[in-house]
């Protein structure tokens, strides 16, 4: 079963505007993080936030945790024609054997030029 | 530096017929090993993943089945290909189980 769950499930702005992401998730966790993917695509690792962290940056990528409501939200700052993408974020469940991480179904974000 | 290879890159076989996908990393060693399916407009259901060779461990029962022969080699197969198992196959590495890096997927169409 999906842990995560992305909202809203598609998303669509101005180049130039900001875009925010939200995730929820269900049981205790030691990190999240995000994943972009373009169509057709493998997915590429954004940004890993401990459970011990509030806020974390890189680049235009903001991203806040709240343990206490089990939510994150990822924040793309004056957004480009090239952030045209899907944005999963991912809990790590970890297990005797190695970490997995439970992916949410994604936003879809357009951007438009 | 890493890099990781899956192939092939579009695959479409009839209902019945065998499946062999295969992945490979390169640059690194031990790595933790994953195998992902994603439906259409999905999230990724993690299929099996793998901790060392010969140890596989399987997240959902299906008609999958998966091995891995060598520490940088990780295949999922099926002897009988249903409808259902069309999708994007997504295989990932990861090192101390944190950020897993993803392979360019296999598209699977069961026709």
């Known amino acids: 079963s999906q842990q995560g769950e992305e909202d809203p499930q598609a998303l669509s702005i101005q180049e130039g505007e900001n875009a925010t992401m939200n995730c929820s998730y269900k049981?205790?966790?030691?990190?999240l993080q995000w994943y972009r993917q373009n169509s057709g695509r493998g997915l590429v690792h954004l940004i890993l936030?401990?459970?011990?962290?509030r806020e974390k940056h890189s680049g235009r990528l903001r991203v806040t945790l709240d343990t206490s409501k089990k939510s994150s939200s990822l924040l793309i700052t004056a957004s480009r024609a090239a952030d045209t993408a899907s944005y999963f974020c991912?809990?790590?469940?970890?297990?005797?054997?190695?970490?997995?991480?439970?992916f949410g179904a994604g936003t879809i974000l357009r951007v438009k030029s | 530096s890493q890099t990781i290879h899956q192939w092939p890159a579009t695959l479409v076989q009839p209902v019945g017929s065998p499946l062999s996908l295969e992945c490979t990393v390169e640059?690194?060693?031990?790595?933790?090993l994953y195998w992902y399916r994603q439906a259409a407009g999905r999230g990724l259901q993690l299929l099996f993943y793998?901790?060392?060779?010969?140890?596989i461990s399987s997240e959902v029962p299906q008609n999958l089945s998966a091995s891995r022969p060598q520490d940088r080699q990780f295949i999922l197969s099926s002897k009988k290909l249903l409808l259902s198992d069309s999708g994007f196959y997504l295989c990932?590495?990861?090192?101390?189980?944190?950020?897993?890096?993803f392979g360019p997927g296999t598209r699977l169409l069961v026709l």
């Open positions: 990932a590495w990861s090192v101390q189980g944190e950020t897993q890096y």
């Open positions: 049981t205790s966790i030691n990190n």
């Open positions: 936030i401990r459970s011990n962290e």
């Open positions: 991912a809990t790590d469940a970890s297990s005797e054997y190695g970490n997995k991480l439970v």
């Open positions: 640059g690194t060693s031990n790595p933790n």
């Open positions: 793998s901790v060392g060779i010969g140890q």
